[in-house]
């Protein structure tokens, strides 16, 4: 699930910031900040800001700044908006009893592992509910030294 994260700056130094759902299309987001820049421009600024582009007196002041992927708007305070991947890297399984480190997703593939390496320690049946719980103890360190 993706995250947009809205940050208001003040001389270039953060002040504060908020996680918003990453469904939100540019167009809302950018309506968002808009309205949180308007906060601090007068009414008059409002209004001339919110005329049509070759209207006489239009000012700059809820445009969009730059061209990039973030949006940016206001001056001083202004407002950054970043849309943030939040997909997390799946952690790699190991199994716990010789470190093979399963690829792809979690812990495919353990049966087929574990029945050809392990099952001589511990039948296969016995070891998940302890693998997946993450309670597995391997069986050489339970031996006496
Ligand atoms: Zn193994």
């Not at 996680?19 to 987001?29: F, K």
């Not at 029945?115 to 511990?122: Q, V």
Request: charged share 25%.
């Amino acid at each position: 699930m993706n995250t947009w994260r809205i940050q208001k700056f003040e001389s270039f130094a953060e002040q504060d910031h908020w996680d918003l759902p990453g469904n939100l299309s540019p167009q809302e987001v950018t309506e968002i900040l808009r309205r949180l820049a308007a906060r601090y421009l007068t009414e008059e600024e409002v209004i001339s800001s919110s005329l049509r582009a070759n209207h006489k007196g239009k000012t700059d002041l809820l445009e969009r700044v730059g061209s990039g992927p973030d949006i940016h708007i206001g001056d001083n305070p202004f407002y950054l908006a970043q849309l943030i991947s939040g997909q997390e890297l799946v952690e790699a399984k190991t199994c716990p009893e010789c470190g093979h480190v399963f690829k792809g997703n979690g812990w495919d593939g353990i049966d087929a592992h574990w029945r050809a390496k392990h099952e001589d320690i511990m039948s296969y049946e016995q070891a998940w509910p302890l693998l997946q719980a993450g309670t597995y103890v391997k069986a050489a360190s339970c031996e006496p030294v």
